[in-house]
């Protein structure tokens, strides 16, 4: 009786066990299914175009925060063609033409700007310029005087004849710089526009056309490096040299550096087209303009 009772108890935990391991095993199994279930197949066509979608996304991101974080051009580019000799009376009454001889004479002809518009003289430089004073209307100003009285919308900054032999291209542009930071803490509201040196003729010695375009080409360096201020640059080389670079016949007053009325008078046009254009003032065409016709230049060397 003994032995059959043990050995009933024996099978009954060999059952037991049996079970017991059986029913971890299949426990272990259940959670790995759950927890890691097998992977969704994917062609490479597949794969190729889903990796297309994500660089598309990203180029879109990475596009979208360049435009965001964009900033105006310092260099001011036409956008229309300048193939005009109006120009706006209106825009320029409310300008001021900083600089040198080449300057001074904007008011030396008829139907030009007046003495309102332009503080220069003929020694007049960007190492010197606060040296002298400038008979504006029925005031002598110096240019900071100017500066406070006027407070124009734009200062047009064109000097440079009286720099390039005295001192070097980036001591240059670092004057032009600090008048014109000058200007704009006097009158903050303005505008600051540096101009390039206009070009000279073939014949003329003392003022090099290259070395007069290495000076502008810093001039427009320190206004591309400019942030956070209103100061930009406009190349006026082209607008009144032939295709080699030198100074048209046309806009030579006769010295090969001077320029004539009709340069004037397409400077002027191409600032008003430039500023129209291309940027940072709002000007607004008036009723009227300055119309010039094609026989300009007969008509200025009859009168000289």
């Known amino acids: ?72 051009p310092r260099v ?16 320029m009454e409310d300008t001021l033409f900083v600089g040198d001889s080449v300057c001074r004479a904007l008011y030396v002809y008829n139907d030009l700007l007046t003495t309102k518009q332009v503080a220069a003289t003929g020694g ?18 110096t240019l900071r005087e100017a500066a406070e009285y006027y407070k124009p919308k734009v200062f047009f900054l064109w000097m440079g004849i009286n720099d390039i032999n005295m001192t070097e291209k980036d001591v240059y542009a670092n004057n032009l710089k600090a008048i014109a930071e000058d200007m704009l803490s006097i009158s903050p509201e303005s505008k600051v526009v540096i101009l390039s040196m206009s070009p000279t003729a073939d014949y003329h010695e003392w003022n090099a056309n290259e070395r007069m375009r290495e000076y502008n ?12 201020e209103e100061i930009y640059y406009l190349d006026i080389q082209d607008i ?6 030198y100074l048209l016949p046309e806009c030579d007053s006769g010295d090969g550096m001077h320029l004539s009325q009709m340069a004037y008078t397409r400077l002027l046009s191409y600032i008003t087209v430039a500023m129209d254009e291309a940027a940072p003032v709002d000007t607004e065409q008036p009723d009227t303009v300055s119309e010039v016709s094609s026989d300009i230049t007969d008509t200025k060397r009859s009168s000289e």
């Not at 001011?76 to 825009?91: C, D, H, Q, R």
């Not at 007049?124 to 100003?141: L, Q, S, V």
């Not at 080409?217 to 956070?228: F, I, Q, Y």
């Open 1 to 72: 009786m003994n032995t059959v009772f043990f050995k009933r108890i024996a099978f009954t935990a060999a059952v037991l066990s049996a079970a017991y391991f059986s029913g971890c095993h299949k426990v272990e199994e259940t959670a790995v299914t759950e927890t890691l279930p097998p992977p969704t197949a994917m062609t490479t066509s597949e794969a190729v175009q889903a990796m297309a979608t994500v660089t598309e996304t990203e180029t879109e991101s990475e596009t979208t925060t360049e435009t965001e974080t964009e900033t105006a």
């Open 76 to 91: 001011i580019v036409p956008k229309m063609e300048w193939n005009s000799l109006e120009w706006n009376k209106e825009f």
């Open 124 to 141: 007049g430089a960007a190492r010197n310029i606060y040296d002298y004073t400038f008979k504006m209307e029925d005031n002598e100003f």
């Open 217 to 228: 080409a810093a001039a427009k360096e320190m206004c591309e490096a400019v942030e956070g």
């Open 240 to 245: 009144l040299s032939d295709e080699d670079g």
